[in-house]
Nanobody
Framework: QVQLVESGGGLVQAGGSLRLSCAASGRTFSSYAMGWFRQAPGKEREFVAGIRWSGDSTYYTDSVKGRFTISRDNAKNTVYLQMNSLKPEDTAVYYC????????????WGQGTQVTVSS
């Protein structure tokens, strides 16, 4: 199993940047695909970005392409989300999630970190 703890959220002005981190515990972290999701008030949780276990393949929802970058450091058991050119509509609680290689579902979730973008 994997335990996940996010950090790096905060308040930023539109056009600014933040980098979220997700620290994982558990020796099998490097075998898990990882993802970032977000949930804005009154909206459903949505997928933001994902990265393969090896880090050699990434994918993004259209609204963040060209602005957000997901990466991972398996030696540090950490996955990152670099967010640039932030917009007020990026305001949400951001969650890190781990995809179990057996179930192929995002079975493991962090507690979330708040990102607020002011206009």
């Amino acid at each position: 199993q994997v335990q996940l703890v996010e950090s790096g959220g905060g308040l930023v002005q539109a056009g600014g940047s933040l980098r979220l981190s997700c620290a994982a515990s558990g020796r099998t972290f490097s075998s898990y695909a990882m993802g970032w999701f977000r949930q804005a008030p009154g909206k459903e949780r949505e997928f933001v970005a994902g990265i393969r276990w090896s880090g050699d393949s990434t994918y993004y929802t259209d609204s963040v392409k060209g602005r957000f970058t997901i990466s991972r450091d398996n030696a540090k058991n950490t996955v990152y989300l670099q967010m640039n050119s932030l917009k007020p509509e990026d305001t949400a609680v951001y969650y890190c999630a781990g995809k179990d290689p057996t179930t192929r579902n995002y079975d493991y979730w962090g507690q979330g970190t708040q990102v607020t973008v002011s206009s």
